[in-house]
């Protein structure tokens, strides 16, 4: 099969590998029919997550229709699922406790002792992530094998299109999960940092869950733009002081609840920053959390800060005294994507999220090594990417000229 | 031209000087430390043998698992015959009487290890313990326990071993680079155990990958 394979760092080809098999009992494998290029697929990218592979195929927002299953699935032939990310046993004590990103069964016992000794207990699994999360093949491809596939996968109604429900392996329930994060009261402010795909649906969630306002921060004009439409008050970080406005915004008390939407690799011209360039650069420190920085000091005393972006080892220059003296909140993870999936889906159908009007692109599974190029170097008018196997060599299409704010 | 041009070799004997003093500090810090530790009474520590900093002669090592299943199941399944099932370096094992069994493992570099091991204690439900024969190509002993764990969370499973590492320290590195070696064998073993208890299977992650030298079906690191 044509599997989109991690080379090196700014390395990313089309391949022919094997297909994949049967393993074990609970297996089931897809022929994938949309497969998305997610932001944390960047970190990827750049080479800052330690523990790829050359040779890794990667994806891990995918769907597609069942093709095999194994002798334990509960799966059938010809059902179209969407896979979570995140590989969950469903019988650990976390999995019952449905913290299903921390599943300890999910990464094998050759995998786990270097993400024990990194992270102090091992990680969950994810598909088509690094190593330390248990080195499973991804989605990207054409076709993929799903452990547990009488956990994780959810059954697709035949009428609802790929494009709606893709974002139910990902960035729908984390940003879900980052607004339940927040512990919003009914009138609540949210400031969130980022308005890539997870920012996105971090916003509308917010919104769903009670929030009086949101407040987006980024500096691309599209995203900027979609924020607005989902409901956001917006700020350009690069025309306006954020955390003066911020405390205009509310009084002088701040956000209730602060949302980093970023993770590792913050943009943004200032002095913390560039220095985190420079250690980023010589090898000294892999975390550039200034977005986060900014979160602890402008919320309010006493507030939440949830923080869905990723992050992969040490940080500096963090402001621990001022999250401890303002008292906050903090609630950070995975996304336990299987605890979300049912009631999600059910609030597609009702219409309650835009999962649509995001994706900027559509392109052959061919075409991802470009793909990667401009998800990586066009932030502004590559909003999401969604890989479709199915495509010929070429056949791209931008879903729609973005509005711009 | 200047100043940075001017720059002149430091003086070895200068360096030598500085590197000896590091070194003298290091050992009369170390001392130090000894020192203070060997002043300071033992207080009765709570925790398991095998964590302590000096555990014994022979290399001892221990690790628990919490396994989300009853104590009797996990028991009744700690059984010679499914050892295959998850202990990957073994080839084969077979109970010779007497609650003598003969293993056959891999070790290094292709080599098979044989032990013989006998059962000197049971505690149903509880506990197995058991000693090397002096046919054993390796001496070795170990423990096996199952606890309750709290709030019916299952069962903390206990594996303690201890053995004579064949070539000393340098021999036990050597293994463990080659991943042949009975700690992480024995840890990573537990884990198997652990997901075919609770999940039916070994986890594997066999998947495809552009690497020539791995196959779909065969787990990688």
Same mark, same amino acid.
């Given at each position: 099969?044509?599997?989109?394979?991690?080379?090196?760092?700014?390395?990313?080809?089309?391949?022919?590998?094997?297909?994949?098999?049967?393993?074990?009992?609970?297996?089931?494998?897809?022929?994938?029919?949309?497969?998305?290029?997610?932001?944390?697929?960047?970190?990827?990218?750049?080479?800052?997550?330690?523990?790829?592979?050359?040779?890794?195929?990667?994806?891990?927002?995918?769907?597609?229709?069942?093709?095999?299953?194994?002798?334990?699935?509960?799966?059938?032939?010809?059902?179209?699922?969407?896979?979570?990310?995140?590989?969950?046993?469903?019988?650990?004590?976390?999995?019952?406790?449905?913290?299903?990103?921390?599943?300890?069964?999910?990464?094998?016992?050759?995998?786990?002792?270097?993400?024990?000794?990194?992270?102090?207990?091992?990680?969950?699994?994810?598909?088509?992530?690094?190593?330390?999360?248990?080195?499973?093949?991804?989605?990207?491809?054409?076709?993929?094998?799903?452990?547990?596939?009488?956990?994780?996968?959810?059954?697709?109604?035949?009428?609802?299109?790929?494009?709606?429900?893709?974002?139910?392996?990902?960035?729908?329930?984390?940003?879900?999960?980052?607004?339940?994060?927040?512990?919003?009261?009914?009138?609540?402010?949210?400031?969130?940092?980022?308005?890539?795909?997870?920012?996105?649906?971090?916003?509308?969630?917010?919104?769903?869950?009670?929030?009086?306002?949101?407040?987006?921060?980024?500096?691309?004009?599209?995203?900027?733009?979609?924020?607005?439409?989902?409901?956001?008050?917006?700020?350009?970080?690069?025309?306006?002081?954020?955390?003066?406005?911020?405390?205009?915004?509310?009084? =002088?008390?701040? &956000?209730?609840?602060?949302?980093?939407?970023? =993770?590792?690799?913050?943009?943004?011209?200032?002095?913390?920053?560039?220095?985190?360039?420079?250690?980023?650069?010589?090898?000294?420190?892999?975390?550039? &959390?200034?977005?986060?920085?900014?979160?602890?000091?402008?919320?309010?005393?006493?507030?939440?800060?949830?923080? &869905?972006?990723?992050?992969?080892?040490?940080?500096?220059?963090?402001?621990?005294?001022?999250?401890?003296?303002?008292?906050?909140?903090?609630?950070?993870?995975?996304?336990?994507?299987?605890?979300?999936?049912?009631?999600?889906?059910?609030?597609?159908?009702?219409?309650?999220?835009?999962?649509?009007?995001?994706?900027?692109?559509?392109?052959?599974?061919?075409?991802?090594?470009?793909?990667?190029?401009?998800?990586?170097?066009?932030?502004?008018?590559?909003?999401?990417?969604?890989?479709?196997?199915?495509?010929?060599?070429?056949?791209?299409?931008?879903?729609?000229?973005?509005?711009?704010? | 031209?200047?100043?940075?041009?001017?720059?002149?070799?430091?003086?070895?004997?200068?360096?030598?000087?500085?590197?000896?003093? +590091?070194?003298?500090?290091?050992?009369?810090?170390? +001392?130090?430390?000894?020192?203070? @530790?060997?002043?300071?009474?033992?207080?009765?520590?709570?925790?398991?043998?095998?964590?302590?900093?000096?555990?014994?002669?022979?290399?001892?090592?221990?690790?628990? +698992?919490?396994?989300?299943?009853?104590?009797?199941?996990?028991?009744?399944?700690?059984?010679? @015959?499914?050892?295959?099932?998850?202990?990957?370096?073994?080839?084969?094992?077979?109970?010779?009487?007497?609650?003598?069994?003969?293993?056959?493992?891999?070790?290094?570099?292709?080599?098979?290890?044989?032990?013989?091991?006998?059962?000197?204690?049971?505690?149903?439900?509880?506990?197995?313990?058991? %000693?090397?024969?002096?046919?054993?190509?390796?001496?070795?002993?170990?423990?096996?326990?199952?606890?309750?764990?709290?709030?019916?969370?299952?069962?903390?499973?206990?594996?303690?071993?201890?053995?004579?590492?064949?070539?000393?320290? +340098?021999?036990?590195?050597?293994? @463990?680079?080659? %991943?042949?070696?009975?700690?992480?064998?024995?840890?990573?073993?537990?884990?198997?155990? @652990?997901?075919?208890?609770?999940?039916?299977?070994?986890?594997?992650?066999?998947?495809?990958?552009?690497?020539?030298?791995?196959?779909?079906?065969?787990?990688?690191?």
């Amino acid at each position: 099969m044509r599997a989109v394979t991690w080379q090196g760092r700014h390395k990313i080809s089309v391949e022919t590998v094997p297909d994949p098999e049967i393993v074990n009992p609970r297996d089931a494998i897809l022929r994938v029919t949309s497969t998305a290029i997610c932001g944390s697929d960047l970190h990827l990218y750049d080479g800052y997550i330690p523990g790829m592979r050359a040779g890794d195929i990667v994806g891990h927002e995918f769907m597609g229709e069942v093709v095999e299953t194994g002798a334990g699935s509960t799966l059938k032939k010809g059902q179209r699922v969407v896979v979570p990310f995140t590989i969950s046993c469903g019988q650990c004590f976390f999995c019952e406790r449905q913290q299903y990103s921390a599943c300890d069964n999910s990464n094998p016992s050759e995998t786990r002792d270097a993400s024990e000794l990194m992270m102090g207990h091992a990680m969950g699994a994810a598909f088509g992530y690094a190593h330390l999360t248990g080195g499973y093949a991804g989605g990207q491809a054409e076709y993929v094998r799903v452990p547990y596939s009488d956990v994780g996968p959810v059954v697709i109604p035949d009428d609802l299109p790929d494009d709606d429900v893709l974002f139910l392996s990902d960035i729908l329930p984390t940003g879900w999960q980052a607004a339940v994060n927040a512990d919003i009261e009914p009138g609540d402010t949210v400031a969130v940092w980022g308005c890539g795909p997870v920012g996105l649906f971090t916003i509308q969630a917010a919104l769903l869950l009670g929030a009086g306002r949101v407040i987006a921060i980024d500096h691309f004009p599209t995203r900027l733009a979609l924020a607005r439409k989902y409901g956001a008050e917006v700020l350009d970080y690069t025309e306006v002081n954020v955390r003066e406005a911020l405390d205009e915004m509310t009084g =002088g008390i701040g &956000p209730d609840a602060c949302i980093d939407c970023v =993770g590792m690799e913050s943009h943004g011209f200032t002095v913390d920053n560039m220095l985190d360039h420079v250690k980023a650069k010589l090898y000294l420190g892999t975390e550039r &959390p200034h977005a986060l920085r900014q979160a602890i000091l402008a919320c309010r005393k006493g507030g939440q800060l949830s923080i &869905p972006g990723v992050y992969g080892g040490f940080a500096d220059k963090f402001p621990l005294g001022q999250l401890m003296e303002k008292g906050l909140t903090v609630k950070s993870g995975q996304t336990h994507v299987q605890r979300y999936t049912g009631e999600l889906l059910d609030m597609i159908r009702d219409g309650e999220f835009d999962t649509v009007s995001l994706i900027s692109h559509h392109a052959p599974l061919e075409d991802a090594a470009e793909m990667y190029r401009h998800w990586h170097d066009e932030q502004d008018s590559y909003t999401k990417i969604v890989l479709k196997p199915g495509l010929q060599k070429g056949a791209i299409e931008a879903v729609q000229e973005m509005e711009h704010a | 031209m200047s100043y940075f041009t001017h720059r002149t070799n430091p003086d070895p004997f200068l360096l030598a000087a500085a590197g000896v003093g +590091l070194a003298a500090a290091g050992v009369g810090l170390a +001392l130090w430390q000894r020192r203070r @530790k060997a002043d300071k009474p033992a207080f009765p520590t709570d925790a398991p043998h095998w964590t302590k900093e000096r555990k014994s002669d022979r290399a001892l090592f221990g690790k628990s +698992l919490l396994v989300n299943r009853p104590r009797e199941e996990l028991f009744a399944a700690w059984d010679v @015959k499914r050892f295959p099932e998850f202990m990957e370096n073994v080839v084969a094992v077979e109970e010779a009487g007497d609650g003598i069994s003969r293993w056959t493992i891999k070790g290094p570099a292709g080599r098979e290890i044989t032990l013989v091991n006998r059962i000197t204690e049971t505690a149903p439900g509880e506990s197995i313990f058991w %000693q090397s024969t002096p046919d054993s190509d390796i001496a070795n002993s170990g423990e096996v326990r199952f606890a309750d764990a709290p709030n019916g969370r299952g069962t903390y499973v206990s594996l303690i071993l201890a053995y004579d590492p064949p070539g000393g320290t +340098l021999g036990r590195l050597g293994a @463990k680079l080659l %991943q042949r070696e009975p700690e992480v064998q024995a840890r990573r073993d537990l884990h198997r155990f @652990k997901q075919l208890m609770e999940t039916g299977e070994v986890t594997s992650n066999a998947s495809p990958s552009a690497r020539a030298s791995e196959t779909p079906t065969q787990p990688h690191i």
